[in-house]
């Protein structure tokens, strides 16, 4: 491991989708898909067991809704009588300290979980939350993309079907509003983005929007082609999720700080759509792949985007892949 990559592993809220990223860092170039899987079970160790040493935080947002850091993706907890809502469930092994973290939140138990999507490190905990009685909704897709062998193309990976407990018991395909805790959750698909399973949830009276990985924080973001997303869905879904917030609205991202607001929300949109212009010109203009890296499309945002694990030639390949 190289010492960006352990830079990169002390910090927190770093991800799955960030394997082939911190391999191209640490090696300076492409690695064979040979070394890239070899590399890549490497990091899922190291991200486990940094996961398992890191704390997880709390930060009140509105009513009874807290955001938690420290477990891959932000987390989003509604919290009251019906039992604690969680959108996203983190890695497993962040049990303790999500146990932890939740207690302190009320003393009821977790009786619903709403996965944003199928990736790692916001599903990993599903199985143990529903072993203590949370029941799992999802997207349709994050079902069948839970429940097959699963390779990740950018990170050279194969995900193994998630054991039984772990698997959403009910899925839907459209929008659709749960009342609980005295809260409208509004649940809606997005057209294809970050993955073609993720879902947006509106906590609707607090006027509290988590969306899912269609927003990194101040990071530049994963784009999973392997299941259904590419960057104009992101830059589609960044619209969208403009379209319905205020300057009142808190707004979780997936990764990055995890409370947020639509004008940051509006920075990371633009600069997708910049860095998206600059490489479809590259490459319609013949430039290869590694000739579009060299010319540093992405130069103008990297000192604010660029300083997490999806680097900049990383996000430059994650782009040209879609225009
Ligand atoms: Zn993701």
């Not at 910090?11 to 391999?23: K, S, V, Y």
Request: glycine share 10%; charged share 20%; with cysteine.
């Amino acid at each position: 491991m190289g010492l960006r990559q352990k830079h990169l592993l002390s910090r927190r809220h770093f991800c799955l989708c960030c394997m082939t990223g911190g391999a191209f860092a640490a090696t300076g170039g492409w690695l064979t898909p040979r070394q890239a899987f070899a590399e890549a079970r490497g990091i899922v160790t190291l991200i486990k067991d940094s996961a398992a040493s890191s704390p997880v935080t709390a930060y009140k947002l509105r009513g009874n809704v807290s955001v938690l850091e420290g477990s891959g993706g932000n987390i989003a907890v509604l919290a009251g009588p019906d039992g604690k809502v969680l959108v996203d469930g983190g890695i497993s092994v962040s049990r303790p300290q999500l146990t932890k973290t939740l207690s302190g939140l009320g003393a009821e138990p977790v009786t619903y979980l709403i996965n944003t999507h199928w990736h790692f490190d916001h599903a990993d905990g599903n199985e143990w939350l529903h072993a203590v009685g949370a029941k799992i909704i999802a997207h349709e897709n994050t079902r069948k993309h839970l429940s097959e062998i699963q390779r990740v193309e950018d990170w050279d990976y194969n995900f193994l079907p998630s054991p039984e407990g772990a698997i959403p018991s009910e899925v839907l395909s459209t929008n659709r509003t749960l009342k609980l805790n005295g809260t409208s959750l509004e649940l809606k698909p997005y057209k294809p983005a970050h993955t073609d399973g993720d879902l947006s949830v509106t906590f609707a009276e607090l006027d509290i929007l988590h969306v899912a990985d269609t927003y990194w924080n101040g990071i530049y973001p994963f784009i999973d082609y392997s299941t259904g997303g590419s960057i104009d869905g992101m830059i589609a879904a960044s619209d969208a999720n403009l379209a319905v917030a205020t300057d009142h609205t808190i707004i979780i991202p997936g990764h990055g700080k995890p409370v947020s607001n639509k004008s940051e929300l509006n920075e990371f949109r633009d600069m997708l759509v910049d860095i998206r212009d600059k490489v479809e010109a590259l490459k319609k203009s013949g430039r290869t792949l590694e000739e579009t890296i060299a010319a540093k499309p992405t130069a103008a945002h990297d000192a604010k985007w660029g300083q997490f694990v999806i680097d900049p030639p990383f996000f430059t390949k994650l782009v040209y892949e879609g225009v």
